[in-house]
């Protein structure tokens, strides 16, 4: 399954891999491709519950407008 979460906050490398790393250290997510450009994520996952995505990445200080 797919998700695209987008995100606010995010102005650099950095903010970049830094959500990368977050969303890979969950359990239940297989891959990760973050955009800066786009303000997104894009998550492969198997069995995650979007909330549990959200606080994670709320939890390093960015903010999620939508997951869908
Ligand atoms: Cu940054």
Redesign the pocket.
Known sequence: MIKEIKIEG???????A?VKRELEALEGVTHVDVSLEDGQAIVEVEEIADETLQEAIEDIGFDVVEIK
């Open positions: 995010m102005h650099c490398p950095n903010c970049v830094a």
